[in-house]
């Protein structure tokens, strides 16, 4: 069973760039694919971004992509999402998932949540 422990939220200015980082616990962290799921105020939970167990295979939203990147260190059990050119649009409740075989697109198919972090994107 993955564990997942988030960091790296905040508040940033239009246009600037933020990373956010999950660590994993587990002893077959390399059996999870992991995603990034957002949730802004008001609104229900979307996809963001996910990578698969490899990492070799990454898939995004619309809405962040050729902006954000995810990336997965196999080696440190940990996942993380760059977040260039943020948008007011952006802000939301960050949180990174697990789910045990492939990646996929939708947030539901995950398993396993970590706290999630809180990124505000002031204009």
């Known amino acids: 069973q993955a564990q997942l422990g988030v960091s790296g939220g905040g508040l940033v200015q239009v246009g600037d760039s933020r990373r956010l980082s999950c660590a994993a616990s587990?002893?077959?962290?390399?059996?999870?694919?992991m995603a990034w799921v957002r949730q802004a105020p008001g609104k229900e939970r979307v996809f963001v971004a996910a990578?698969?167990?490899?990492?070799?295979?990454?898939l995004y939203a619309d809405s962040v992509k050729g902006r954000f990147t995810i990336s997965r260190d196999n080696t440190k059990n940990a996942v993380a999402l760059q977040m260039n050119v943020l948008k007011p649009e952006d802000t939301a409740v960050y949180y990174c998932?697990?789910?045990?075989?492939?990646?996929?697109?939708?947030?539901?198919?995950?398993?396993?949540w970590g706290q999630g972090t809180q990124v505000t994107v002031s204009s």
């Open positions: 990578a698969s167990r490899s990492g070799g295979i990454a």
């Open positions: 587990g002893r077959t962290y390399g059996n999870y694919a």
């Open positions: 998932a697990a789910r045990a075989g492939g990646a996929t697109r939708s947030g539901d198919d995950y398993d396993y």
